[in-house]
Every structure is written in structure tokens, then in C-alpha cells.
């Protein structure tokens, strides 16, 4: 069956009942974690019972809607089947935020159609911050429209990054990049959520971000909102396929440029 754009604010509905639900669970559970509710998945990465919660939450409400829907979530394994439809979800993004007590994780649900990105949803519960995209039809930060920063160089411009704790290998080439960076831009930030950063780069807050060894949970819809908002997306190879690498590079096309010339030449370096 053909895709009407008129189904498109039908998928964002859907994701934004699903998220403002999830969000219940995760304000009613904050700053009320024990010790007994978090499991270490791996080295420095953790899940709690509420990311359970939330995702499965999440789940029950797309599939209540669109049930033959496939679904990408980080907390289970992935439900693909023949559809053309992928609902891409991080139920709880700044896990470790969350634990310590730290106001600064979000929800994140996209929809990808065809293996393009369509649809994107973030939701910071505790501001009740609302971003959302339509590819095509620009990005929204709670109804009203959002662009990315007017900087044009990344000596006026703040950028957000992580630290990909979890491949040690490249932590040597990951703080020389730092470094590099730190040397030219205003200020560098480091949240511990990558969709919201993607968000705020996309609200103009940032003028870029980097990243590598995410999950495409982490990017969708994030991507898709710097890409709406008038940004530019691609992986440290300057491809789109950042969904794949699990690298990212997100800002302004000036800044995305200044950035993936460094980045390029660190890594190729290596």
C-alpha cells in the first residue's frame, strides 16, 4: 500500500501518545532508584526497570495502532517482519543520568519507511519538551518551528560530544579529537544523552555535535530533526549511513564541515 503524506501526522500522533505515556512512568520513578532495579548489560552500560517499563509501554501503544508495524527497541530483541514500517525506539536515552538523579534524559521514537527516516519524536519529561519532525515539513519544538544556529564557524559555536566508554581501543583518537575541538570552539558539552543532544543542535543550542559506537536508537530521530531544522547529517565517512556505522556528525553545514575535517583527519591517522 502506497504512503499518503496525509498518514505521516497519523505515525507522529501515535509516537507522541506513546511517549507522553512513557513519560508517566519515568517522572513517577525518578529519583526513586534502587540499587535492585539496575542490571550492567556490558562495561559501563546499564538498564534499569524503568527502561523496561517505559519500552514496553511504548511498544504496547504502536502496536496497538499498527500491529503488523516491525519495531527496533533497545531494551529487546528486534520484532522485524515484512513491513515496510520500523519503528526505531530508545524508551529511556541518559540511562545513567536517570540514575543518579541527573534531569537530563529523554524518550526517542522514529519511524523509518522504506529504511528512510519519516517520522521523529524526542520528549524530555521532565521540561515536557515536545520535539518532533516530519521529513519534508521542518522540525517543531513543541509546535513551533526550530532551526539550527546561525554560527558559522566552529570558533562561535558551542558543540556537545559523548565518550564512547565501551570501545577502549579508540578512547586515544576520541580525546585527541577532543582536543582538537577544544582548542577552537567556545565550549564543548558533554550531556550523557545523544538524542537530546541532537535535539538541542537541531533547536540552534548547539551548533553541532559527534559521536561514535551509538545505536540507531540513539540517532533517528535526533538525526532526522537536525535534518529538518536546516542541518546537516552524515557518519565520520561523510556518508548517510549513519544508522549503520553507529557514527554520527550533526550541525550547521559550516560547522559539519570544520568538524568532519577534523574528525577525518584523526581517525585516518590512527
Known sequence: MPIKPIDLPEYLDVAREAALKAGIILKEHFGKVCTSMISEKAKNDYVTEVDKKSEDSIKSHIKSHFKHHGIMAEESPAERNSSEFLWIIDPLDGTLNYIHGLPSFAISIALEIKGNLAMGLIYEPLRENIYSAIKGHGSFKNNK??????????????????????????????????????????????????????????????????????????????????????????????????????????????????????????????
Open 145 to 270: 518551528r526550530i532551526h539550527v544556529s546561525p554560527a558559522e564557524t566552529l570558533s562561535a559555536a558551542l558543540i556537545a560530544t559523548g565518550f564512547p566508554f565501551r570501545i577502549k581501543d579508540i578512547i586515544d583518537s576520541y580525546l585527541k579529537v577532543f582536543k582538537d575541538f577544544f582548542m577552537q570552539v567556545t565550549g564543548i558539552r558533554r550531556g550523557g544523552s545523544a538524542c537530546l543532544d541532537l535535539a538541542y543542535t537541531a533547536e540552534g543550542i548547539f551548533g553541532g555535535f559527534f559521536e561514535c559506537a551509538l545505536s540507531p536508537w540513539d540517532m533517528a530521530a535526533g538525526a532526522l530533526l537536525v535534518e529538518e531544522a536546516g542541518g546537516t547529517v552524515t557518519d565520520f565517512e561523510d556518508t548517510n549511513q549513519y544508522l549503520k556505522t553507529g557514527s554520527i556528525i550533526a550541525g550547521t553545514k559550516e560547522i559539519h564541515r570544520e568538524m568532519l575535517k577534523i574528525i577525518q583527519s584523526t581517525f585516518k591517522n590512527r
